[in-house]
């Protein structure tokens, strides 16, 4: 098989419709569906294009971050519609792979959709093959907004206190996550291989079929090739147990973010405290047993684990890249890239960072975020950004 196959990166992927959050769009939608400022404290399932709004401020007023399942797919598009929006592809892997291309490093990616948009936009140097027997295109609608955005409801004004990005979704494709019959025969040929995307699937005996399915294709991994999971928002949250538990025994890395650190413990946890960070690396630890645990927040990028100190360059390449993207999105440039990483890193993260180390020893490594103030930020895909920088690191190792 060609080099390619050697950074195998799935198993999903989608075309996105991205959104910029506005207040007078915001503004119109809450005067004509009457909705009331109590409705964003306890937001209930997304059937329908009020609920979607109801969703979306309810996050605005915390700068929280979050991905849901979506009942009416048109729901979707009619609010695309509402705003100026572009069409990009999406899913972790993929971006992921989109990241790598752009640092010369090759990958295959494992989709379970393809459209003439994914073949239009594909990275150049990226191989592809699909579960798919026909085309589909079912769009996810991501949803970016900027701090201090301001929407009124009410007497009551939201202030947004975070830029962040959300996520929903209306996929069939990515809801049943077929995997190829060849992947097994391609993944003998793997060096890294990426795990991302079954936070999609609704139907619980369907996600054990193919736990069991994947597993089986992973026994023709080769011994030394590194395996890294990337979590995300679960759209049935009891899954996220389920995925866990059938895998964890064949993950070397386990990457969240800190949304996603928070939902399992059940607590709000201040990222710049270390003695809150040290007790919920122990928590969290007790629930993700993976021999290496990666968290990636806005504030700091960490390992946590034996092999924790072999992973300080891959930490530091995916936060150098998640901001060179937080900054200047899409097209930034190798001068860019270069900039970023003369940027003055975030005097609090710094002093966090070498207080987690000093207080947690060899097990840890911490790499400190940037300070950076951007009037514009792009929100969407620093996580999966960050993690095609981190496997670029891994990557020319191995491959």
């Given at each position: 098989?060609?080099?390619?196959?050697?950074?195998?990166?799935?198993?999903?992927?989608?075309?996105?419709?991205?959104?910029?959050?506005?207040?007078?769009?915001?503004?119109?939608?809450?005067?004509?569906?009457?909705?009331?400022?109590?409705?964003?404290?306890?937001?209930?399932?997304?059937?329908?294009e009020r609920d979607l709004v109801v969703s979306?401020?309810?996050?605005?007023?915390?700068?929280?971050?979050?991905?849901?399942?979506?009942?009416?797919?048109?729901?979707?598009?009619?609010?695309?519609?509402?705003?100026?929006?572009?069409?990009?592809?999406?899913?972790?892997?993929?971006?992921?792979?989109?990241?790598?291309?752009?640092?010369?490093?090759?990958?295959?990616?494992?989709?379970?959709?393809?459209?003439?948009?994914?073949?239009?936009?594909?990275?150049?140097?990226?191989?592809?093959?699909?579960?798919?027997?026909?085309?589909?295109?079912?769009?996810?609608?991501?949803?970016?907004?900027?701090?201090?955005?301001?929407?009124?409801?009410?007497?009551?004004?939201?202030?947004?206190?975070?830029?962040?990005?959300?996520?929903?979704?209306?996929?069939?494709?990515?809801?049943?996550?077929?995997?190829?019959?060849?992947?097994?025969?391609?993944?003998?040929?793997?060096?890294?291989?990426?795990?991302?995307?079954?936070?999609?699937?609704?139907?619980?005996?369907?996600?054990?079929?193919?736990?069991?399915?994947?597993?089986?294709?992973?026994?023709?991994?080769?011994?030394?090739?590194?395996?890294?999971?990337?979590?995300?928002?679960?759209?049935?949250?009891?899954?996220?147990?389920?995925?866990?538990?059938?895998?964890?025994?064949?993950?070397?890395?386990?990457?969240?973010?800190?949304?996603?650190?928070?939902?399992?413990?059940?607590?709000?946890?201040?990222?710049?405290?270390?003695?809150?960070?040290?007790?919920?690396?122990?928590?969290?630890?007790?629930?993700?047993?993976?021999?290496?645990?990666?968290?990636?927040?806005?504030?700091?990028?960490?390992?946590?684990?034996?092999?924790?100190?072999?992973?300080?360059?891959a930490l530091d390449t995916g936060t150098v890249?998640?901001?060179?993207?937080?900054?200047?999105?899409?097209?930034?440039?190798?001068?860019?890239?270069?900039?970023?990483?003369?940027?003055?890193?975030?005097?609090?993260?710094?002093?966090?960072?070498?207080?987690?180390?000093?207080?947690?020893?060899?097990?840890?490594?911490?790499?400190?975020?940037?300070?950076?103030?951007?009037?514009?930020?792009?929100?969407?895909?620093?996580?999966?950004?960050?993690?095609?920088?981190?496997?670029?690191?891994?990557?020319?190792?191995?491959?």
């Amino acid at each position: 098989m060609a080099d390619a196959s050697r950074v195998l990166l799935g198993l999903g992927g989608c075309v996105d419709f991205e959104v910029k959050l506005t207040a007078g769009v915001l503004e119109q939608l809450v005067a004509e569906y009457g909705i009331r400022l109590p409705e964003l404290d306890s937001p209930g399932p997304v059937a329908n294009e009020r609920d979607l709004v109801v969703s979306i401020l309810g996050y605005v007023a915390r700068g929280g971050g979050g991905e849901h399942f979506v009942a009416s797919a048109p729901a979707l598009e009619t609010f695309a519609g509402r705003f100026p929006h572009r069409q990009t592809l999406g899913g972790t892997s993929v971006r992921a792979g989109i990241l790598l291309d752009r640092l010369g490093i090759p990958s295959t990616l494992h989709l379970v959709s393809v459209n003439d948009t994914v073949r239009r936009l594909v990275p150049a140097s990226a191989e592809y093959f699909s579960s798919g027997a026909e085309d589909t295109l079912y769009p996810h609608l991501i949803v970016q907004y900027d701090k201090g955005l301001r929407v009124s409801v009410g007497d009551v004004v939201l202030e947004a206190p975070f830029p962040n990005r959300l996520i929903y979704v209306n996929d069939p494709a990515n809801d049943t996550m077929a995997l190829t019959g060849d992947l097994g025969e391609r993944l003998s040929q793997a060096s890294v291989f990426l795990i991302s995307g079954f936070n999609a699937m609704r139907d619980k005996g369907l996600l054990g079929e193919r736990m069991k399915a994947l597993r089986e294709h992973m026994r023709q991994l080769p011994p030394e090739a590194v395996t890294y999971f990337e979590d995300a928002a679960y759209h049935e949250p009891a899954f996220s147990r389920t995925v866990r538990e059938a895998l964890i025994d064949r993950i070397d890395i386990y990457g969240l973010n800190e949304d996603e650190l928070q939902a399992y413990l059940g607590r709000s946890v201040d990222l710049l405290s270390v003695r809150e960070i040290a007790a919920a690396l122990a928590d969290i630890r007790v629930l993700i047993a993976a021999p290496t645990l990666v968290l990636h927040t806005k504030y700091w990028a960490l390992a946590v684990g034996d092999r924790a100190p072999s992973y300080a360059e891959a930490l530091d390449t995916g936060t150098v890249m998640a901001a060179t993207r937080y900054v200047h999105g899409d097209d930034f440039t190798d001068e860019d890239v270069a900039a970023l990483r003369a940027r003055p890193r975030r005097l609090e993260s710094v002093g966090f960072a070498a207080a987690l180390e000093d207080r947690l020893g060899d097990g840890v490594r911490c790499v400190p975020g940037f300070e950076l103030d951007v009037a514009c930020p792009t929100t969407v895909g620093l996580g999966d950004t960050f993690v095609g920088g981190f496997l670029s690191a891994l990557a020319p190792k191995v491959c």
